[in-house]
């Protein structure tokens, strides 16, 4: 069975999360936003110690990621 992806409708959701976020961060008092991103990172944060991944394994994987990505404007 294969899946289909519709980039376009994928670009439209991500822009208007974006915009949707923006908007509440403008309306919402620094003191409020600030803290939910210090929970999103320290959550972050966490989640990166319990890793059972060593730096040199991660580092190797996201190389080979890199390495994989073709971008179609790029010049290789």
Known sequence: MELAFDRQAARKERLAFVRSYAAWVKKTPNAEWS????VLIDSLMENARNMPLSARVYLVRVAGRKGARRHPHSSR
């Open 35 to 38: 803290k939910n991103q210090a």
